[in-house]
């Protein structure tokens, strides 16, 4: 529920901008590995970190998912699952089912370093997964989760709970919780210059003075 008071911003801004706005800030690191990809080009989520730590294993647990179920059980509106897997052997960490149960307790979405499964249930439902590939294995006595709400490395990225997360086609981006409230701000007011410009452009204004005017490219 962290950022949802800035649902209108963030609705129209992208994570080019976002990751823009931290270059700038003397951020320049905070792009997930570009081998995690949505299930779908059009998904698209954002929201409050809550994160999961998972481990290989070789043997079914005593209490399989237990980990990710509590998880689930726990979300809240808005929240975004972040799941490292440190899968050398991919699994589908995520499927179907966990993603009814995701928008049934109103997350925005999750992003995994491992896999997931159930293209067509989780596509025709809608709900947005960013994840290394997709693969049927099911992840039980492969990978079982170890901790949650800890911080995690998830496609070479640093990711703590509370952090915003925002993902689309073009990537995954991290922005840490304690410069996200001015991220967006200036993200937001990026968006609207970069509307600005985009029509100078397309009217037939050239791009050098364009440039030198806004200082936008």
Known sequence: MKYLQYKEKLDACYSAVLMDVMDAMGYRIQCMDPSIRPLN?????????????QEAVTEVPAKPFQ???ELIDDLERGQIVVAQCNAENLS????GLLSN????????GVVTDGGARDYHEITELGFPVFCRGLIPYDSQGRM???????????????VCPGDLVY???????????KIAPEVIEKAWQKVQGENTVREELRAGAGIVKT???????
């Open 41 to 53: 080009h059009s998904m698209k989520a954002w929201g409050e970190a809550v994160t999961i730590y």
């Open 67 to 69: 980990l990710e179920m």
């Open 92 to 95: 589908a960490f995520w499927g």
């Open 101 to 108: 149960a995701a928008v049934g307790r109103g997350a925005s």
């Open 144 to 158: 079982d989760g170890k901790e949650r709400n800890i911080p995690v490395v998830c496609g070479g990225i640093r």
């Open 167 to 177: 993902a689309d086609v073009d990537g995954v981006v991290v922005v840490p919780g």
């Open 211 to 217: 440039f030198e005017k806004y200082g936008i490219l």
